[in-house]
């Protein structure tokens, strides 16, 4: 036994030392097979990697991490090594001995199987690094310069190349300064620098900033602040003093090129937050203006004067605006064109806006109606009067007085205002501009052929932001039309604009109380919290128009609106008002009372408005505390043409379709638990129908089940029970189908969200030809549909959509199609749906149709099938 042990000791270390090596021979074949997986594992990894950041960069606002960039040459590397190892050991797995279990060369096959037993640990490091990644892509800060929109620019060049050396080559000027007439280009050649710029590798931070004649320093400061990125929560903890150093000091260290539109009067930079370009730091501020003084004014080491342009530029740009088919449409044209552009004096505003003016006007006889206007012109003065002058021509061509007085009314408000159309409309008609009716809906309709008369005649510039469409008055067109109404007497003193909070200071209000006159009164997103007592005194019997529209600070009633005895419209919405006072009543000329967007709990006392003459009453994402009894004391206005309401009650909600059909306008049923059904009663003569019904939302109504339309479900298109419906919102609700929407003909947008019990949005028993008389989606912009479990069909039937629709798609596995008929199977949509979803689509492969999807070029054109295998 002594001499047993050590010999079994030795043995087992012996084995110990062997058995790895032994098992890098032995296992070979095995390691060899895992490493193959886990290879192919692993460059399946790495193609997903791959693809979620090639998607993540190609909107161009991120790039991929160091992290993500390393661990993919690693990976690279490995499967570039990987390979001529595989092969040698498959190699040496072939020729065996010790009974076929060894390879003959044992000391080549050892280290091939502990190459591949190293790969196998390595394959799996890259596996567990990539669980670590917390980020795959970081944004991409934004470029030094944005690109801006602009008009093709004529007669600039040489300008341009002074501009130029002055920015890039002269080292001794800081600040240039270009003045001229407004309207002559001085904003296109601003913006023509800025472009210019992004385009060179010049070195400069860009900043662009738009200064108007009220000038307001901290946002002037905002817009320089997020030109440097500036994070908005660091800036608003900041004091203004601190934002003043904090600009001064990161301006400092960087060559900065400041391009400061529409300055109206000496800025004092420093004061700002800006320094003064020189040699060291070689930065440049460039600003226009229409004063030449100004420039002095601001220090400018150079003063540039923005010329009108020659003959020659001037017809070109004459020629672009009116367009070469009118131009060259009859012999006599070209010359009588000439004789305009030369009356225009070479103004690119007067040229651009007397040219569209001439749009299509093909008889000689009109072209010389226009150039008589132009010289029969008894005003012969300089500067900016000979602009009012020639842009007057526009004016007097509307040839209405209703639209005259609305593009008027436009320049009350204040410069780069954005007036929303609908608010415009709704003070037009307010102010009785465009008639003194009851209607309100006829009045609209009538305020938007004004503003597209207005728009047309180029008279308003149209644009969109985030919140929607918007139209502009130019200021040099704001400038001519406010002297237009001077001239005429016929509106000053009767319209006064708050802008900021200081404009209610004690010396003001006893200044306002001189305008007597003074008929409505804009205080609109300011950070006013109170009126001062005492504000509204010298209104109490003039004032007609009141509108504090976004005031977010104001959270109690106003004292003193209850004594403007001759207030028509009052508008509340966006503030933190939540009930009105029971004076309310005194104002009984009150025609309009807005209170969107205030409280889920706005009291209005009993009786309080049941004697107000009231036409238009908006509560518009807003709620009513003592709902049903309100509900019930509007039903009984006769008065009421124009209700947008949100009710919380079933009661209200049954009473509202049952009763509300003349004044409805928007309509939304919120969390009405015990709401199984509203059903519509229609008479035989139309009479039922909610003709002014536009916006119907339904939400969180678990219960409701049914639309039901009695005596219309098969009637006639032209009888239709919801003939303006245009928005619909359907959500966790239990309808089983959308069929009442055929009696929607003009439907825009459609969206139906969690609603998992429906099964088809049109149901069934509906014949083709129903459908087609129904006009049902013939006007749809877009259909969002998302988490409808259950839905299996939109329409059974193929219907007419137009092009251009957009389909967002997600969560209803169950639809395999969509409702387009052959006329539709070729068109531009724009379709966003799972990727599953996708696999499993149906429609006519060989169908042509131009897709526009968020991760493909935009139009681009291919069969369903190619689309489908996307």
Not at 145 to 151: E, W, Y
Not at 572 to 584: C, K
């Amino acid at each position: 036994m002594d001499f047993a042990s050590p010999l079994l000791e030795l043995v087992k270390g012996l084995w110990g030392l062997a058995s790895k090596p032994l098992g890098h021979i032995c296992n070979l074949k095995d390691n060899v097979d895992a490493l193959r997986n886990a290879t192919r594992d692993l460059k399946a990894m790495s193609r997903d990697v791959k693809a979620r950041v090639e998607c993540e960069e190609g909107g161009g606002g991120a790039r991929r991490t160091n992290q993500v960039e390393n661990w993919l040459d690693k990976v690279q590397e490995f499967e570039g090594g990987v390979d001529q190892v595989l092969q040698e050991a498959g190699e040496r797995d072939q020729i065996k001995c010790l009974y076929r279990c060894l390879p003959w060369n044992c000391w080549s096959s050892y280290k091939s199987g502990k190459r591949v037993d190293q790969l196998l640990n390595e394959a799996r490091e890259p596996q567990h690094e990539k669980g670590e990644f917390s980020d795959f892509t970081i944004p991409l800060p934004p470029p030094p310069v944005l690109a801006m929109p602009m008009d093709e620019t004529m007669g600039l060049d040489m300008t341009l190349g002074n501009m130029w050396k002055w920015l890039l080559d002269e080292k001794r000027i800081g600040m240039i300064g270009l003045y001229g007439t407004g309207g002559v280009g001085k904003t296109t050649l601003m913006k023509r620098i800025n472009n210019e710029l992004s385009r060179t590798n010049h070195g400069f931070k860009v900043i662009w900033v738009v200064v108007s004649k009220q000038v307001n320093e901290d946002n002037i400061r905002d817009a320089i602040r997020k030109g440097l990125n500036i994070r908005n929560e660091i800036w608003e903890e900041w004091p203004q003093d601190e934002r003043v150093h904090h600009l001064l000091e990161v301006l400092t260290q960087k060559k900065f090129a400041l391009l400061i539109d529409d300055v109206w009067a000496r800025l004092d930079l420093s004061k700002i937050g800006v320094p003064l370009p020189s040699l060291k730091n070689g930065s440049k501020v460039v600003f226009t203006t229409r004063s030449e003084q100004v420039c002095y004014q601001m220090g400018a080491d150079k003063a540039h004067e923005i010329k009108c342009l020659m003959p020659r530029e001037a017809m070109g740009l004459f020629e672009k605006n009116v367009g070469e088919s009118t131009i060259n449409f009859h012999p006599e044209i070209p010359e009588l064109a000439k004789d305009i552009v030369q009356e225009c004096k070479g103004l690119p505003l007067a040229l651009i806006t007397v040219g569209r003016a001439m749009v299509n006007r093909k008889k000689p006889s009109e072209w010389n109606h226009v150039l008589r206007m132009l010289r029969n012109n008894p005003y012969k003065l300089s500067g900016m009067d000979e602009v009012y002058h020639i842009l007057e021509f526009s004016y007097n061509s509307l040839n209405d007085t209703t639209t005259q007085l609305c593009f008027l009314y436009c320049c009350l408000f204040p410069e780069d205002y954005l007036m929303r159309p609908h608010n415009l409309i709704e003070l037009w008609i307010g102010e009785g501009l465009l008639g003194d009716t009851n209607d309100v809906y006829n009045m609209r309709e009538k305020g938007e052929y004004v503003l597209e008369t207005l728009k047309m005649a180029c008279l308003l510039e149209r644009g969109c932001d985030f919140e929607g469409e918007y139209v502009k008055m130019h200021d040099v067109i704001r400038d001519m039309a406010t002297w237009i109404a001077h001239d005429y007497g016929q509106r000053e003193n009767k319209l006064l604009v708050i802008q900021k909070e200081e404009d209610m200071s004690v010396e003001k209000i006893l200044k306002w109380r001189e305008a007597e006159k003074l008929e409505t009164l804009f205080v609109r997103k300011t950070k006013v919290r109170l009126m001062p007592r005492g504000f509204f005194d010298s209104m109490r019997t003039r004032l007609t128009v009141l509108d504090l529209f976004g005031n977010s600070n104001i959270g109690l009633f106003p004292e003193g609106i209850c004594d403007l005895i001759n207030l028509q419209y009052l508008n509340l919405s966006s503030t933190r008002i939540s009930e009105l006072p029971s004076e309310i009543k005194n104002l009984t000329h009150l025609r309009w009372l807005l209170l969107n967007y205030t409280s889920k709990t706005f009291l209005i006392p009993t009786g309080a408005i049941a004697s107000l003459p009231l036409n238009v009453f908006d509560m518009w994402r807003s709620g009513l505390e003592k709902e049903e009894e309100m509900v019930e004391e509007l039903g009984r206005r006769q008065d009421l043409t124009d209700l947008s309401i949100i009710v919380y009650k079933s009661f209200s909600a049954l009473k509202i379709f049952k009763s509300f059909q003349r004044c409805i306008r928007r309509v939304g049923i919120i969390k009405c638990d015990d709401l199984t059904c509203i059903p519509i009663s229609r008479s035989l003569n139309g009479s039922g129908n909610f003709l002014h019904l536009e916006v119907f939302y339904l939400i969180d109504c678990p219960m409701h089940v049914k639309m039901e339309i009695a005596q219309g479900i098969r009637r006639a298109p032209d009888s239709s029970c919801f003939p303006n419906l245009i928005e619909v919102r359907v959500e966790n609700c239990g309808l089983l189908d959308l069929s009442w929407l055929m009696h929607a003909p003009k439907l825009r947008n459609l969206t139906v969200l969690f609603c998992f019990s429906m099964e088809k949005i049109i149901g069934d028993g509906i014949a083709r030809e129903e459908l087609a008389a129904s006009r049902l989606f013939s006007r749809l912009e877009s259909l969002v549909i998302i988490n409808l479990t259950q839905l299996r069909s939109i329409c059974d039937h193929a219907l007419f959509i137009p092009q251009g629709v957009e389909f967002h798609i997600r969560g209803c596995h169950y639809l395999r199609k969509l409702p387009l008929d052959s006329n539709s199977t070729r068109g531009s949509f724009s379709i966003i749906g799972d990727k599953d979803w996708w696999a499993k689509f149906e429609w006519d492969p060989a169908a042509r149709v131009t897709m526009d999807w968020p991760h493909m070029s935009p139009e681009v054109e291919m069969t369903f099938g190619e689309a489908a295998s996307k």
